[in-house]
C-alpha cells in the first residue's frame, strides 16, 4: 500500500485546511484509515481514524475541530476547523492492513501562524 499525502501549507490561527491522501496497491486489505501528526520535538500522535465503515474515532482533545472522511476506498481527508498555533505539525496519513499491517505517507507539514 503507498500513501500520498498533500494539501499542508501556512493558515492562520482560527482559519481551515483540508489535507488528503490517496492510498494506491493493496486499497481492498486496508482495514482502517487514519491521520497522525507530529509537532516540532514531540512523539507522534493519532489525530483521527475511520474505519472501513465509516465510523470516525477522535482523541477527546480534538473532537470538534477535526473531522475525518473518506470518498470510496482510494481518498481520505482531514478537515481541520479553527485551528491553533499547537495544531502546527507534520501530518501523515496511515492506513492499517488486514488489521495489523501499519502502512505511512510521507508527511504534510501544516503551520499555524497567530
Known amino acids: 500500500v503507498q500513501l500520498q499525502a498533500s494539501g499542508g501549507g501556512l493558515v492562520q490561527a482560527g482559519g481551515s485546511l483540508r489535507l488528503s491522501c490517496t492510498a494506491s496497491g493493496g486499497i481492498a486489505s486496508i482495514t482502517s484509515m487514519a491521520w497522525y501528526r507530529q509537532p516540532p520535538g514531540k512523539q507522534r500522535e493519532l489525530v483521527a481514524r475511520i474505519s472501513s465503515g465509516g465510523r470516525g474515532y477522535y482523541p477527546d482533545s480534538l473532537k470538534g475541530r477535526f473531522t475525518i472522511s473518506r470518498e470510496n476506498a482510494k481518498n481520505t481527508f482531514l478537515q481541520m476547523n479553527s485551528l491553533r498555533d499547537d495544531d502546527t505539525a507534520v501530518y501523515y496519513c496511515?492506513?492499517?492492513?488486514?488489521?495489523?499491517?501499519?502502512?505511512w505517507g510521507q508527511g504534510t507539514l501544516v503551520t499555524v501562524s497567530s
Open positions: 496511515n492506513a492499517i492492513v488486514y488489521g495489523t499491517q501499519f502502512y
